[in-house]
DNA sequence: CCTCATTCCTGCGGGC
DNA sequence: TGCCCGCAGGAATGAG
């Protein structure tokens, strides 16, 4: 699933592709794809032809393409679940899944949308301080220069509720999902039901470090494997099947003492932790 | 204001 | 062999 190392190598790709050629024109073959572009398809098209991109940019999971003559305006782009760029030949096959293509004047690669599962999807908005206002709610994300570690401790500690689940809400830290919230926990040694409110700045701190460094790790085993053809977020790089300590471990031994990892139901969704090293809260 | 369950979507794999 | 069901989960949404 694309969290932020995986949105990080994407918008390299886009960067080192895409930026300043001109568009020739955009084909949406599945307008849910678009489904939050105000005017549509249409609108979008009539937007981005003739237009360009200017070096893209990043909060958590969601990456934006300013446009180069449309000043202020910017296309954005999430991958949800299971979205993908990809640059390819302009003569290569349709993928079974592709949503929108974006065309350029030169016969160079084009720009492709593939969404399997149709979470996500791209589309205009406008900056306001070089912020898409679509997601001005979107917290700054671990990797981000100015990514305040104590001021975030103590927003998190401030809710009433579970540590994975802020560390799941994207208002409050971004970039995190499942797998990475589990990756943290397991370094931290914190059982993700743990009360915020009993946990010290020092403890929520830690958490935050583990998780950059876990994301960070990541981002630079993507890059290694990221070739320069096309960009690909597609969750299962090497990184995924070497290096992770919890997620999907279940029933394999804890890297640290040897338990065997446990896998629970929360938030309607798997989490993965050591029974030993992650002891349960007392309710 | 705050928290939390629900909903969207499709391919895959297990069970029968 | 094939069908059904559960599962995967980011984030907008509305309920409470």
Request: one cysteine or more; hydrophobic letters at 35%.
């Amino acid at each position: 699933m694309p969290e932020l190392p995986e949105v990080e190598v994407v918008r390299r790709g886009i960067d080192r592709w895409a930026t300043g050629r001109p568009i020739a024109g955009v084909d949406v073959l599945y307008p849910r794809s678009v489904r939050r572009s105000s005017g549509g398809a249409a609108a979008l098209r009539a937007v981005l032809t003739g237009d360009g991109f200017r070096c893209a940019s990043r909060r958590g999971k969601y990456l934006w393409l300013p446009l180069a003559r449309s000043e202020g305006a910017a296309l954005v782009v999430h991958l949800g679940m299971s979205g993908q760029v990809l640059m390819q030949p302009i003569d290569a096959d349709d993928e079974k899944h592709l949503r929108v293509r974006i065309r350029f004047d030169d016969d160079q690669r084009e720009m492709r949308f593939v969404d399997q599962r149709t979470f996500g999807g791209m589309y205009l908005d406008d900056l306001v301080d070089g912020v898409p206002t679509t997601i001005t709610h979107i917290a700054r994300d671990p990797l981000d220069p100015n990514f305040d570690d104590l001021a975030t401790a103590r927003a998190i500690r401030r809710k009433d509720t579970e540590i994975k689940r802020v560390l799941l809400d994207q208002s409050v830290v971004s970039g995190i999902g499942n797998i990475y919230a589990d990756e943290a926990l397991w370094r931290s040694r914190l059982h993700g039901r743990r009360p915020t409110s009993r946990l010290t700045n020092g403890q929520v701190t830690q958490l935050l470090d583990h998780a950059r460094d876990v994301m960070t790790s990541a981002l630079d085993q993507g890059g290694t494997s990221f070739d320069s053809l096309y960009v690909n977020v597609n969750g299962e790089s090497g990184y995924f099947e070497r290096s992770l300590d919890a997620y999907g471990r279940e029933g394999e031994p804890c890297r640290r003492c040897g338990a065997p990892i446990r896998r629970e139901a929360f938030m309607n969704r798997s989490s993965f932790r050591c029974p030993r090293c992650q002891r349960a809260p007392r309710p």
